[in-house]
């Protein structure tokens, strides 16, 4: 008896401890994993939120890039820090590919996911001279000749890639680059032909004219580039994009994750969130943790069948 009456008193002592530490957060600044470079997409993204919920949460938020592995590195980082809502991660869509494809021990079940952000399709782009001027002549000259045109990919595999290969029977020459901030440099510079990204990631490039695009890989056109033509008006049957939120280990407690979500909510709404994300060319899409954490398992499985 005197044993089971000491276990008792001591997991009310652990619950009190871990209620009050709840109600005290955040006591201290919050870490943001960001696992690709800075300047592409996935860093604007990660920074707006971090900006735009530091009042509501009342402490600083600040951005670590931590690069390699398409992503991986960084979100496996993440996976693995302390569980007190004081490390946060950006995860992106190759938490539902890298780790079927043996390239990531960590998957979405090690973490809690919190809130989707951002949601956006593809946009193929090519240097402001180059030869192609819509999907079909890159998929022509891809045709005529097999592996010979080089393509800057902001990710290894990159599925925007095989979507298009697949649907087309074709094949480009896969170049690896640490996301789109070192992808865009590549094909301005003429060292690769052609990149896909979102349409965020090169809207400044887009809108100099610096870049072209031959088509938004969307079942319709996206108001960040009306004139561009989706690859479904050009007869190609293709669509795909890119998503991102943010998590937090799988062991943080749900009353930070409810808090830090409803704290999300808030920023996402906000005036000067939502200005800024449309400058940038970015689509908020703001899922609450359970659509997420289900829209997650969905996206493994139409992953799953396009690797077969």
């Known amino acids: 008896m005197k044993n089971i009456m000491k276990n008792v008193i001591v997991m009310a002592g652990i619950f009190a401890s871990a209620s009050a530490f709840t109600a005290d957060y955040p006591s201290k600044n919050i870490r943001l994993i960001v696992p690709f470079g800075a300047g592409g997409g996935t860093d604007s993204v990660g920074r ?11 402490t600083n938020i600040t951005v670590m890039n931590r ?5 991986a590195v960084g979100m496996s980082y993440g996976a693995q820090q302390r569980a007190d809502g004081y490390t946060l991660t950006v995860v992106t869509r190759e938490i539902a590919s890298l780790p079927q494809m043996g390239l990531m021990q960590h998957t979405a079940d090690d973490f809690k ?3 989707m952000v951002n949601l956006d399709p593809a946009v193929v782009l090519v240097n402001k001279d180059s030869k192609f001027n819509n999907i079909n002549d890159l998929i022509k000259e891809a045709r005529a000749n097999p592996g010979a045109v080089k393509f800057a990919s902001t990710a290894a595999p990159n599925f925007y890639l095989i979507a298009l290969q697949k649907n087309q029977g074709i094949q480009l ?22 990149t896909m990204v ?9 809108r100099s004219g610096q870049l072209k695009a031959l088509g938004v890989m969307s079942k319709e056109r996206i108001s960040y580039i009306p004139d561009v033509p989706t690859l479904m008006e050009q007869g190609v049957n293709v669509t795909s994009g890119t998503w991102r939120g943010i998590a937090a280990p799988k062991n943080t407690p749900d009353e930070i994750v409810t808090l830090l979500g409803n704290a999300f909510d808030k920023a996402m709404a906000s005036e000067d969130f939502k200005s800024f994300m449309a400058k940038g060319a970015m689509t908020i899409h703001n899922m609450n943790a359970a659509e997420f954490t289900q829209f997650v398992k969905d996206d493994t499985k139409s992953l799953s069948a396009l690797m077969k």
């Open 48 to 58: 707006t939120i971090a900006n735009s919920s530091k009042d509501i949460l009342e």
């Open 67 to 71: 690069t390699g592995g398409a992503g």
């Open 113 to 115: 996911l919190i809130r």
């Open 173 to 194: 020459n896969a170049i690896p680059y640490n996301g789109s901030s070192e992808a865009i440099p590549s094909v301005l510079g003429g060292h690769t032909a052609v």
């Open 198 to 206: 979102t349409p965020g990631e090169a809207i400044s490039q887009l």
